[in-house]
């Protein structure tokens, strides 16, 4: 066996190990982007600011009302277990605001204040099982919407009760996306240098 014949083998188990290591951390990265979410109604899904907490396992949540720029809800979609109680509380930002039901299995109305440090609770139970669709009555028309979605059997964005890792919809952060992209190239690159290091072989130096 050729010098030659040696290091283009040890190149070529190098090249294998850089684009299967490269494949894998594309693979970690995603399964750690991918986040499974209840179907939203579409006003909550356009809802203003849009942020999204899984607190299923908590006891207690707290939702900031008049958030961002005063006319949001912060978390704006919620996932939780029944038993948990919701706690929204005012920023004192964006005029009055009240929190009460549009659809859903789960009814609550509060007054309308402005006051900061205003609160208002809701445990919610078995019977609230499935989504719950809320909004801001003051600003509802400019996008001051939310939703609680209660226990494990919710249908998500698939179209399938959640609990199954099938279920769902992934949703891909752009710094996933971008690195997905970079691993795509840089594969694409190191075959490319394989297949001219195999075809043409190594250049000595006094070449």
Not at 25 to 54: F, H, I, K, L, M
Not at 62 to 69: F, K, L, P, R
Not at 101 to 111: D, K, M, Q, Y
Not at 179 to 204: I, N, P, Q
């Amino acid at each position: 066996m050729s010098t030659d014949d040696v290091s283009r083998r040890a190149f070529m188990r190098t090249a294998g190990g850089t684009v299967a290591a490269a494949g894998v951390g594309a693979s970690a990265t995603g399964s750690a982007a991918a986040q499974e979410q209840p179907a939203w109604p579409s006003a909550v899904e356009d809802a203003n600011v849009g942020s999204y907490q899984d607190a299923r396992g908590q006891d207690e949540v707290t939702i900031n009302v008049g958030a961002g720029d005063g006319l949001a809800f912060d978390p704006t979609k919620v996932w939780i277990e029944p038993g948990t109680t919701v706690t929204w509380e005012w920023t004192g930002q964006g005029g009055n605001h009240n929190v009460e039901t549009v659809e859903g299995p789960a009814e609550f109305e509060s007054e309308i204040v402005g006051e900061e440090g205003h609160t208002f609770s809701v445990e919610f139970t078995e019977d609230h099982a499935g989504i719950t669709h809320y909004q801001c009555q003051p600003h509802a028309q400019i996008g001051m919407h939310g939703g609680i979605a209660v226990g494990s059997d919710v249908e998500t964005s698939g179209g399938e009760g959640g609990g199954g890792e099938a279920a769902g919809v992934v949703f891909v952060p752009d710094a996933a996306k971008a690195l997905g992209v970079a691993t795509f190239f840089a594969m694409v690159a190191t075959l490319a240098f394989a297949f001219a290091f195999l075809k043409y072989g190594t250049v000595s130096p006094s070449e």
